[in-house]
């Protein structure tokens, strides 16, 4: 790619290659001060409800409980795109802790969609590998993937170039894009069939209704988080044509959609008084 070289590098989450601070810059640190003022608190309350036993325990939750620990860590990019304008140390961690939006959000996702698949499509194996010690097994394995993609990230804009790096992202983003996709449409199905003498189980049916749209909230969600950074990613690797605004709107879904996990699990757990 001749346009793409070294100096090619993303200053932000949404990949900008300007230096100064123009709209597109102004509305990254917006976004990125949105996440750490309301995504940070509500991911902790999240966290200190799982631990403190609220919902159904920190078995069931423990991958709710990773994911949002993830996601606080997220939020603190704030400091660090602020930070590396004036310390150009602070770029080598930015671009180190990249691994947590491109891995780490992603994959506990799709351990918990791959969870609800088991529970729902294929439930003597959800049971089978229902206690804790399995989720803490995944989840170390999720964490020392997670720590390998920081340094992927690291040594992809560093030593090799953006385009390396986009085609990193969106061959990742793609896959757990499918296996989510696969695990939720299996599940919508499922639950939109009725079993036998079900009709006459008036509770059994609002639950099942109750589960089928939390699951379609989910999967549009995801869709919006994932979605438009395949495409424009797709567009940038098949065209070398670099669009700042197509990744903004890609980072806004992104960011946006991240909010929906904790506000889903804090109406479950009736912590939102006008939903109650």
Known sequence: MNNCT??????????STTQ?????????????????????????YVVWL???GT?????????????SVCEMAISLNIFLYVLDRWFSSLKTLKYFTLGLCVTGRPLFQCLMCVERYLAVVHPVTFLKYKPLRYRVNCCIVAWIIILGSCLCCLFTIVLCNFYSYVCY??????IFFSIQLFCLVAVLRALKQSGPGEKKK??????????FY???????????????YIITAL????????????FTVAFVCYILAGFVQPVLYLNRVRKFSCFQ
């Not at 070294?6 to 990949?15: G, K, R």
């Not at 078995?59 to 990773?66: G, Q, V």
């Not at 699951?215 to 979605?227: H, Q, R």
């Open 202 to 211: 008036e509770e059994e049916n609002h639950m099942k209704r109750r589960a």
């Open 214 to 228: 939390l699951i379609l909230i989910t999967t549009v969600s995801m869709i919006i988080t994932y979605l438009p």
């Open 20 to 44: 100064h601070f123009g709209p597109l810059n102004i509305l990254d640190l917006c976004l990125h001060g949105f996440k750490f003022l309301f995504g940070f608190p509500a991911h902790f």
């Open 235 to 246: 567009y940038f690797i098949l065209s070398q044509h670099y669009v700042q605004e197509h």
């Open 169 to 174: 992202f969106a061959l990742q983003f793609l």
């Open 55 to 67: 919902g159904n325990g920190v078995a069931l939750e423990f991958f709710m409980l990773n994911l």
């Open 6 to 15: 070294d100096n090619f590098l993303p200053e932000s989450s949404t990949f």
């Open 50 to 52: 799982i631990i403190t």
